[in-house]
């Protein structure tokens, strides 16, 4: 798909008509060098000058605003927004945390490193089973068969 570009003077000068209008006087010196080559050389550039100007002439010939007419605007809005009732926004009433007492922080301490005695106590089962009274052969046995069980799960992928 081939797209008709205009050569970059162009899009200047079309930008330039936008800012400034067709007036050159109008234009910044440096922009008005640099553009008049193009104006002189292309065709399609003085059209462009051309349809500014036009519209220029166009734009002069309009009837201006009525002056009164846009205080009276004015005021209405100033008026309008006067009387507009008006919304209180407040800010949503945070509630704080209370703090802790520290005398009951200390058994929380207490009982978290209570459990984590006891997690380590656990993790050795003849420890565990000494204190609970139960048979340590059955808990040496019993770890003995989850090994084998992963032995036969690993031997079965092969």
């Known amino acids: 798909m081939t797209r008709n570009l205009k050569p970059a003077g162009l899009d200047g ?3 330039a008509l936008d800012t400034y209008g067709a007036d050159r006087t109008r234009w910044p010196a ?11 050389d292309s065709s399609e550039a003085r059209k462009m000058l051309r ?4 519209f220029d002439t166009l734009l002069d010939r309009a009837p201006q605003y009525d002056a009164s007419r846009l ?10 927004a006067a009387h507009q009732p008006r919304l209180v926004v407040t800010q949503p009433q945070v509630s704080l945390p209370r703090p802790v007492p520290h005398h009951r922080q200390g058994w929380a301490v207490t009982a978290l490193a209570a459990s984590l005695v ?15 009274g ?4 059955y808990a040496s046995r019993q770890v003995a068969q989850t090994d084998d069980a992963d032995f036969l799960l690993d031997e079965d992928m092969l």
């Open 13 to 15: 000068l079309e930008a």
């Open 118 to 132: 006891l997690g380590v106590l656990a993790g050795q089962s003849s420890v565990v089973s000494s204190l609970l």
């Open 51 to 54: 349809d500014a100007e036009l």
């Open 30 to 40: 440096p922009l008005r060098h640099e553009l008049s080559a193009l104006i002189a």
């Open 71 to 80: 205080d009276g605007l004015k005021q209405r809005i100033v008026s309008a």
């Open 134 to 137: 139960t048979n340590s052969a």
